[in-house]
Structure formats: C-alpha cells, structure tokens
C-alpha cells in the first residue's frame, strides 16, 4: 500500500523553540494531507487540513498562528509548532486519503511525539 | 460525518474471536464503513471497509445489516499482538477522517 513518512519521529525541544515536522507521501502525489494530535489515551483529534497550493484550513480551536501549515509540493507539508510550551507535548500525526471515490482508505505516517521541556 | 458509537473497551483472551459493535443510526446513503487500528505510539492503520452485508480480508471480517445502522469488527482468533484501539468510522471517500474514542481491546494470554 501507500506509504506516508513523518519525521522525526520523536523531537525535545526548549520552551519557546519552535519545532518543523514533516510528512512526506513516499509513492504517491498527495494534494490533501490532515494533520492530528493525540494526547495519552485520548482519541485523535484533527487539527487542520492542509492542502497543496493553497492555505491550510484549521479546525475550530486550533490557533493557525502557532500551528503552521505549509504544503509546498504533491509530496511534503509541514507542521511548524511555534514558540512550543509544555502543553503543546503531544504525538502529531499526519495522515492523505486515498485517490479512490468511494476509498475511504487513509494512509498515516508513524507520528512525532513531542516532547516541550 | 455520520457519529459513530462503540464500546470504550473489551477485554478477550488470545485464541477468542472478538466481535466489536458500532451503532452509527444517522449513516448517510454514499457513507461507507471504515475501520482503523492503532497500536500505542504509531498511526492509525486501515483495516476494512465496507457498504453493506459481509466483507472479509485477510485480518478481519466486517458484518453490516441491511439497515446498515450498525456494524460488527469481527477479529478471528485474537491474538496479544492485536492488543490495540479500535476506530470505526462512517463517511465518504475523500472526506476528513473525524475520530470518535475508538475502542480498546486487551488481549490477555
């Protein structure tokens, strides 16, 4: 099946600092990518919807400023979490659909844990 | 985005089939259903997908009624390597994955 790639897979980083994951669609174009946070035993919660060319659409809550999108090719968006505090630690997943109409398939990368000291 | 309902945890022995129940009563007419697993710290990974009546692959099987208001995961012979959250969710392709809790299965030996 399709491959989605993030990277790094785990980040520490400063308060303050701020801190680039990317996600990369390994064998296919991808013009829509979804990005999620998960915290300890929670369910996924999705973030924003970022889409190639154009900007990024956010959920209600998600603040755009301190989450920035960028999807700059068919095959790579970025998350930058901006000036990181303790309580942006959290797993980020990145996520593209599948090309199919009726394929609700969705292929996930292997997630960033976030760690903000 | 159809709401989808299912229990919060199971708890099954290695060698049981494990039958996970999702109620999704306002499911649209283009809505298909989709489940997910996810082990601890990695993302979620596609398992089965269907419309209606029976679907089986080579993990899993996937029971939906004619009503198609519910839908019964049906994991043959458990394993504690599929020790795992379990997703279900209805929609149609190319929309938003939107996660409900999922439920958490604890195979024990």
């Known amino acids: 099946g399709a491959v989605v790639s993030q990277h790094p897979s785990w980040v520490i980083c400063k308060s303050g600092t701020s801190v680039k994951i990317e996600c990369r669609s390994l064998d296919f174009q991808a013009t829509t990518m979804f990005w999620y946070r998960q915290f300890p035993k929670q369910s996924l919660m999705l973030m924003a919807t970022?889409?190639?060319?154009?900007?990024?659409?956010?959920e209600q809550g998600v603040e755009k400023d301190k989450f920035l999108i960028n999807h700059a090719s068919l095959t790579l968006s970025t998350l930058t979490v901006t000036s990181a505090h303790p309580e942006d630690s959290s797993f980020y997943i990145c996520?593209?659909?599948?090309?199919?109409?009726?394929?609700?398939?969705?292929?996930f990368g292997q997630g960033t844990r976030l760690t903000v000291v | 985005l159809a709401k989808t309902t299912q229990p919060i945890s199971m708890d099954s022995y290695e060698g049981q089939e494990v039958n996970i129940t999702c109620s999704h009563n306002n499911i649209a007419t283009n809505d298909y259903i989709t489940w997910y697993q996810q082990f601890p710290s990695q993302g979620p990974r596609f398992i089965i997908q269907g419309y209606k009546t029976k679907v089986t692959n080579e993990v899993a099987s996937l029971f939906i009624p004619a009503d198609r208001k519910s839908s019964t995961l049906s994991l043959p012979r458990v394993s504690l390597s599929d020790t795992a959250v379990y997703y279900c969710l209805a929609l149609t392709g190319f929309q938003k994955l939107v996660f409900g809790t999922g439920t958490r299965l604890l195979v024990s030996p």
């Open positions: 996520s593209a659909p599948s090309t199919g109409i009726t394929n609700t398939e969705a292929f």
């Open positions: 970022s889409n190639e060319g154009s900007k990024a659409t956010y």
